[in-house]
């Protein structure tokens, strides 16, 4: 799904979304032995995840003006997602890239689909980042579908401006009770 969602995206360089530059650029994309190759621009300085990471070891929270940068880049991204169509639905500090004026770029759509309404899907995102809805089907583990929309990246996206704001690492814990297979979060 990733190729037809670029595609997409490529198509749309013509309109001037002001979301459009917080997506990472697509130079070029050939097949070789029935495998896409997809060649994107350089970005010199990591995740968001990674940077975060440092932060931690330092001791040092993020900046208030580079949290709020950050933070509307992020949502003009997702935005322009959004109105293309595209729901990403692997939102995570790991794929929002930091360009070396200090910009975000968001990346990997491997997983993206086009819809404008909710999606039935076997798999989607990453557990600490995955939206509420999901989480009953992802154990069950028995073929159920996961829904997914818009609003789940948007969810997932929300638990990305908290990674900034606090500069933990989001956790992830379950405890199911055994009687009614709930799961508790």
Known sequence: MEIVTLRKIKA????????????????????????????MEYVANGSLYDYLGQ????????GNDQFFNW??????????????DIIHRDIKSPNFLITDK????????????????????????SLPWMAPESFEAFFKYDGSKIKVSKRSDIYSYSVVIWEMWTCQKPEFSVKVDGMSGKIFI
Do not use: W
């Open 12 to 39: 749309d360089e013509e309109k001037k979304h002001i979301g459009r530059k917080f997506i990472i650029e697509i130079l070029g994309v050939s097949k070789k032995d029935h495998m896409d190759c997809i060649v």
């Open 55 to 62: 932060k931690r070891e330092q001791q040092q929270p993020l």
């Open 71 to 84: 933070t509307q880049q992020g949502a003009l991204a997702i935005q322009y997602l959004h109105e293309l």
């Open 102 to 125: 200090h910009n975000f770029k968001l990346c990997d759509f491997g997983i993206s689909c086009i819809s404008d309404k909710t999606v039935t899907t076997t798999y989607t995102g």
